[in-house]
Each structure stands twice: as C-alpha cells, then as structure tokens.
C-alpha cells in the first residue's frame, strides 16, 4: 500500500475510500485483506467498500489505462472462467449480473490443474499447459467431453477420462508422456475450450446478445483467447479480450468497482465479513 500511494503521487490523507475484497477465496488470505481495509480505513475516517472478486473480473473490462480501452455495452455476455470459476454471466449493469450457467463441480482453470499435475508438470497448471499446447496437435488425442444440460458446466468427468487414458497409456509405455506431452496438452486445451465455448455458442443464441467478454485467469489461455476471435469472424459476435496483466487476480479490478460503489455511496459497515463461497451478492 505504501508503494502504491507513492507511485500514484499522493499521500494517505487525499485517499476518497478503500476498497477491498470480500470474498469469494481463500478465507485466510481474505482475512488478512479485510482486516487491513477496516484499520485503514478506520484511522483515516473513510468509508469502506466491499467488492465481490468474481464481479471484479467482470469489471476488468472498464479499467481505462493509457492504451485505451475496448468497454462493451450494457448488456453483455461474460464467460467467467479461473481456477475456481466457471461461468456465463449476463452483465446488465455493474451491479446487476445474471448468472446464466456455471459449473456443477471443478471448474476448468482447476481441471488444468489437476491434470497438469497428473502429468507430473507442476502448478499452477494453467501456464504449463498453454505453453506446451503451442507446440502440440489438438486433435492427436480424444477425452470424453460432459453431456450437462442447459447452460451449466462439468468438467469432473474430463478429469477422469484424462486419468485413465494417461494410466492406460503409461502402463504401455512409461515414457508416454514425456513423449507426447505436447500433443497431450493440446489436446486436453481443445477439450475444455471446446467445453467452453459450445455452452457460450448456446448462451448468445439463446438471449440474442453478440457482444461477448471473457474474464479470469484462464482467459490468458492462448487457446480461449483464438476461439474467440475465431467466434467473432464466423459468428458476428463483437469481443472483449482483457490485457493480460488484467485477467488474473489484481488491484485495477477491485479498484474500478470500487469507483463505481462509490459513486453511488454504496459503502458497507465495519463489522462486514469476508465470505469464501462463489456467490454474486
């Protein structure tokens, strides 16, 4: 915080309100965050903001930054996609989002993961396997993609079929994916962006709206990110792609829904709780 007052050339006293993260996440991390927002803001007699993460990422796509800014209008259609989250948001207004699918289990940023670890690549997977996926064939190997109705998502059975097709393979050949690590992570990025975005496909359709964002730490993935354009020349859709340096978790994001709360003074009381469940509120 002190790094961040003197770079923007400041000082404490000329600070409005402090926003901050309530949650979803990890609860002890939000807890450090939250206990930090209230002492500050409390020994400079300023209000707090409470700011939902995930309408953070959303949010993302309205920071203006000197290389000017691509913000879609009102109403839009958001895929929300991170290590935690999965989801199709219809975005009416900054306060006002619909959740219109999400996952019923893992979401695909923690699907990479974990069958990035399976591989024994490392974590967090999702760099591993978009930088190996450049070099691979996406249609060299097949993985079982989920039959979920309606707009929801699931990538449990994505996890599994990858597990016994990596076991069958290895049992084989204990090389195999050393071998073929690359044509592996293709195709497992094809899977989940082909996951992705048939239920995307499905949300414009269905409400009519062609200006489509993406939003969340997997929204860096290369693979998600041609997709998209590739959606945009073939289907009319008009894209929103954030910088990179905005699709994981940072500041600028919180930041600008705490622009806009304040705006509306829609500050929130001292004893406000963090909150860990993935939740719109």
């Known amino acids: 915080m002190d790094q961040a007052i003197k770079k923007a050339g400041i000082t404490k006293e000329q600070l409005s309100a402090i ?19 209230k002492g500050f803001a409390r020994s400079l007699g300023i209000p707090l903001i409470d700011v939902n993460h995930l309408q953070g990422h959303v949010m993302a796509h309205f920071i203006k930054d000197e290389e000017g800014s691509h913000i879609p209008p009102l109403p839009f259609l958001c895929l929300l996609v991170s290590g935690g989250n999965s989801q199709i948001v219809k975005v009416n207004a900054y306060n006002d989002m619909e959740v219109l699918g999400q ?30 996926a450049r070099q691979g064939n996406p249609k060299a190997f097949h993985f079982a993609e989920p039959n979920i109705p309606d707009l929801d998502y699931s990538f449990s059975g994505l996890k599994t ?20 690590k690359e044509d592996i992570a293709a195709s497992l990025e094809w899977t989940i962006v082909d996951i992705l975005m048939k239920k995307l496909k499905k949300a414009v359709k269905q409400t009519g709206i062609k200006h489509v964002a993406v939003a969340g730490g997997v929204s860096a993935n290369n693979g998600l990110r041609n997709a998209f354009y590739d959606a945009e020349k073939r289907y009319g859709w008009t894209i929103y792609i954030p910088k990179f340096s905005y699709t994981t978790d940072n500041a600028a994001m919180i930041g600008i829904v705490g622009y806009y709360k304040f705006l509306d003074k829609q500050f929130c009381p001292i004893d406000a709780p963090a909150f860990s469940k993935v939740t719109f509120k």
Do not use: N
């Open 19 to 37: 926003a901050f993260t309530r949650g979803p996440g990890l609860m002890g991390s939000l807890l450090v965050g939250v206990s930090f927002a």
């Open 103 to 132: 996952t019923i289990d893992d979401a695909a940023g923690e699907a990479i993961d974990k069958c990035s670890k399976v591989m024994g690549l490392g974590y967090p997977g999702g760099p591993i396997i978009d930088r190996l």
């Open 161 to 180: 079929s990858f597990l016994y097709s990596l076991q069958k393979w290895v049992a084989d050949d204990p090389d195999f994916i050393e071998h073929h």
